[in-house]
């Protein structure tokens, strides 16, 4: 049997912080045994193991990271700028990558741009002079001025649901205008040719402007130009989502199929077609992206294309790991993606029912 009692003496008392040579007295091992179950626990007998581990627990006592930086010359801590945590699929990679990051050590700090190139200046600027190892980054759209000052302070950088970025920026992510193509062939293959776009197409999202390319792509392979008054350029939120296929259908009323570059546009456009009576997608169908949560659950459940946003945060954790173990990592890591078809989409209709020149019904709840 093991005696696993702390060898305190009752009146050690202990000043200031605690050190790990005062664990090592209370628990009765040297100071190397002690610093073995704390970097090495594996090849610590059992026995020393729990004795120590139920000192550091009596004592209090915590790791002094400041000291440990200094001598390994890191933080231990990763940066990430992400454009808004209100998206699930930010909200979704960004738990992946810190619990991955948790795994081998780790701290994250996480700060958002709101799809401001500025801000995201300054909060990199911030978590540099905060003395990070390794950053994230979402997209392609970062300034020049992110680049010059990453590579000033010498820190590696991967940057998150893109397939490829700029100037040799690894970048882990999706074809986002290749699978905007495939869902856009899917609908041609239902009979669709009459087609509406409601896109946000900030400066600052070059996912969603890919999405939009794909989607033209795949119109124009098909012969179909579409005209610039059928692509309503919104910002991200369901009320645009609604606005966005009202206007649509006041100009174009004869259009049979929707593409929109989020999920939330797409439940928007959901919410306003049935306060117009339209039965989607006997009516009309209509499509988003990203496959969050809400997308299954709504009536009819969403066509969409699924984002790999855990394995996207887990993967920018590894790559930035490797990057700081000299292990070269790759320039482009493109995921795959998902199709996932569901009920808002359906065969071109003959024929649609008047949709303006008749009073409005009640829109009825999104989710019901």
Known sequence: MVDT???KDSTTTFAGRIKLEDVARAAGVSTATASRVLNHPDIVRPGLREKVTRAMTE???TRDGAARALKLGRMRTIG?????????IFAEGVEALQNRLSEQGYTLFIANSQY?????LGEVRALLERGIDGLVLVGDTFSDEVLQLVRQHGVPLV???VGAARDGVPAIGIDNAEATSQLT???LGLGHRDFGVIANLQPSNDRSRARHDGILRALEEAGIQLDSSRIIKVTHSLVQGRSGLHQLLMTHPTITAVICTTDTLAMGAIAEARSLALTVPRDLSITGFDDI????QMSPALTTVSVPAAEIGRS???????ALSGVPIPVSVQLPYRLVLRGSTGPAPAKRPQVFGRRRTKMAPIDA
Do not use: Q
């Open 5 to 7: 009692h702390v060898a």
């Open 59 to 61: 004592l209090s006592y």
């Open 80 to 88: 990430a700028v992400v454009p808004t945590l209100n998206i699930s």
């Open 116 to 120: 401001d190139v500025l801000k995201e």
């Open 159 to 161: 940057t998150t649901y």
């Open 185 to 187: 062939r899917y609908l």
């Open 293 to 296: 949560e809400l997308a299954s």
């Open 316 to 322: 920018a954790a590894d790559h930035l790991i490797n």
